[in-house]
């Protein structure tokens, strides 16, 4: 019932956004009229301007969608979602930055820059305060109003009760409760009005308004309640099932459909396709220009690896990726040839816990590929990997597969995410974290998944990275 109504309210959002940012631009090209900048002789003619909003108003409103600002917001509260806006136009601003310089756009004046994006965030904040203020004023009139009655007294029709209450700015209302049973109700419960038992419900939709009935009843008792929910539908009252019957503790459900069949699904992992079609693009796009940015890089560590120690120049090793699946891992070779022989001698020495084997000082790796492992540069094949789809940018590390294989249980949840080249792990401290933790790390990780959450890791990647923490 709230998805239905919130994808109203993000339309409207969405449109209002949109404009706010449209007339943001038309502003800040007069308020750079008003205020030249001495850096340019004159005010270029706004048809040259207009070249940077074509861009414009799909990046922003890719930023905002990817930033989960077409969500329901009344959890977040009102200030968390200024916070939001203003983490939502500051990328779209370093992205739209970036076009400009890639592009060579010269005639683009910082000052009208500027302007429009203080002035983008100033209307998009005000917008959302009207319409924020605008849904309150109008839910509270009764005919915009959604009265529900709950056949049930568990306790999840009073925690339904009450998650109604919290949405009375979505024109939600509680009517009340029905009695599953057929006597011995009483006539208020929790302070709700108890308006009779089931087979009562025919004369209470009669002589009230009721717009949908929620059922939170057993399987038992749901079996026998069939030609109540046939009356609802005859008399177009949307009816709804409280689905308490299946246990779960993590997963999220949704009801979806595959030709016909109505389908009850639960997920421990994010669901969304068209975020994970977004996050492969992202993927694909960004290792094809790394690959061919860092091509200079390539060609020297395979010089230094050649000339310090004979074999390959990349290592290879069949590592798990989503779900189990099986792919060849890719590295610059830091280690002597022979080394995966070698590893049973070293057992001993490993400073983890569970199935991964890190060592201090490991005497199986080369000069340079201590140099590698340091700076991370023995990483940079891997690229190739997210390139063809086996890895993301961020997620869990990929082990290898008899490490994999060692790990049971709930630590196997790790896997049902594609996994990365960087995540949370390395970003906190690396080899320094025990796997117990390590593993921990990566379920936070997906439990929380955003693009948000990628990007931050990302940037927390660099200094990590230029400083070798962790490393070994």
């Known amino acids: 019932m709230v998805k239905h109504r919130n994808r109203i309210r993000n339309l409207a959002l969405f449109v209002g956004d949109l404009s706010s940012t449209i007339l943001a631009f038309f502003l800040a090209y007069f308020f750079r009229d008003a205020f030249p900048d001495k850096s ?7 048809s040259w301007l207009l070249n940077i909003l074509w861009p414009i108003i799909p990046i922003w409103s890719l930023v905002f969608y990817l930033m989960d600002l077409y969500r329901y917001w009344r959890g977040p509260g ?7 806006v203003l983490k939502a136009v500051f990328l779209s601003s370093l992205l739209a930055g970036f076009i400009i310089f890639a592009l060579k756009y010269q005639f683009v ?20 305060f009207l319409v924020r203020s605008g849904v309150h004023l109008l839910n509270r009139r009764s005919e915009g109003s959604r009265f529900i009655l709950i056949v049930g007294l568990g306790d999840d029709a009073l925690e339904m009760a009450r998650g109604i209450e919290k949405h009375q700015e979505l024109g939600l209302r509680m009517r009340g409760f029905v009695s599953p049973g057929e006597a011995g109700f009483p006539q208020k419960w929790n302070g709700y009005p108890v308006l009779g038992s089931a087979q009562d419900l025919p004369d209470i ?15 038992d008792e749901l079996k026998q309640m069939g030609k109540l929910m046939l009356f609802c539908e005859e008399r177009g009252i949307t009816t709804r099932v409280i689905l308490n019957f299946f246990p779960h503790l993590i997963s999220k459900t949704c009801l979806e459909e595959l030709d016909g069949f109505p389908l009850l699904t639960f997920s421990a992992t994010p669901k969304s396709e068209l975020l994970m079609f977004l996050r492969r693009v992202l993927d694909f796009s960004g ?30 090793q069949v590592r798990c ?55 991370s540069l023995d990483e940079l094949p891997q690229l190739f990997n997210v390139l063809r789809g086996d890895m993301s940018f961020v997620g869990p590390r990929p082990l290898p597969v008899a490490e994999a294989e060692e790990i049971k249980g709930w630590q196997r949840r790790r896997l049902s995410m ?10 906190s401290g690396r080899n320094q974290i025990d796997f117990h933790d390590w593993v921990k790390m990566d379920l936070e990780y997906i439990d929380r998944w955003s693009f948000w959450l990628d990007f931050k890791i990302l940037l927390k990647t660099i200094p990590t990275v230029l400083s070798g923490k962790g490393a070994m």
């Open 78 to 84: 009102f200030w968390k979602e200024v916070w939001m």
């Open 287 to 316: 290792s094809l220009v790394l690959i061919l940015l860092f091509s200079p890089f390539f060609l020297l560590c395979t010089v230094l690896i050649r000339l310090d120690s004979p074999g390959p120049t990349w290592f290879r």
């Open 418 to 427: 594609k996994p990365g080249i960087t995540g949370l792990w390395q970003v």
């Open 321 to 375: 990726g989503l779900n189990g699946r099986k792919f060849t891992f890719y590295k610059f070779r830091s280690m002597h040839e022979g080394a995966e022989e070698r590893k049973g001698e070293l057992t001993g020495f490993n400073l983890m816990n569970g199935p991964v084997f890190k060592m201090k000082n490991d005497p199986r790796i080369t000069r340079v590929g201590r140099f590698l492992r340091k700076s």
């Open 109 to 128: 004046s910082r000052i009208f820059f500027l302007s429009f994006v203080f002035l983008d965030l100033f209307l998009v904040i005000l917008f959302r």
């Open 40 to 46: 340019m002789p004159y005010l270029f003619p706004l």
């Open 205 to 219: 939709l009669e002589r009230e308004i009721i717009d949908e009935v929620i059922f939170s009843v057993s399987q």
